[in-house]
């Protein structure tokens, strides 16, 4: 099983990005799959979570509005676009698989990446 998420960089506040995590060795349409965040001396966070047929998404309060999570089944991908980045969304992004309903805790998940840093600064 491997999930790889690639995107991550410095961004000026108020600047956009684009996480991708792809992924193999798992059946990615049957699983949930979801962004985790971890910033400096801090736990890591729950972002956004797509259930199996994107209807259903769920998405953490800091970041309802500005960041969308999306998902190709046919691709095996998962993505984050991310609009209106601020200095406090600096942080390591992880993406994350379970084979089961969204869930917010990060120990529900069974599968991670190996996180890509994203910086927001000036």
């Known amino acids: 099983v491997q999930l790889q998420a690639s995107g991550g960089g410095l961004v000026q506040p108020g600047g956009s990005l684009r996480l991708s995590c792809a992924t193999s060795?798992?059946?990615?349409?049957?699983?949930?799959v979801g962004w985790f965040r971890q910033a400096p001396g801090k736990e890591r966070e729950f972002i956004a979570a797509?259930?199996?047929?994107?209807?259903?998404?769920n998405y953490a309060d800091p970041v309802r509005g500005r960041f969308t999570i999306s998902r190709d089944n046919t691709k095996h991908m998962l993505y984050l676009q991310m609009n209106g980045l601020k200095p406090e969304d600096t942080a390591v992004y992880y993406c994350?698989?379970?084979?089961?309903?969204?869930?917010?805790?990060?120990?529900?998940?069974?599968?991670w990446g190996q996180g890509t840093l994203v910086t927001v600064s000036s």
């Open positions: 797509v259930g199996v047929n994107s209807r259903i998404k």
């Open positions: 060795g798992f059946t990615f349409s049957v699983y949930t």
């Open positions: 994350a698989a379970r084979n089961r309903p969204i869930s917010i805790p990060s120990d529900a998940y069974d599968y």
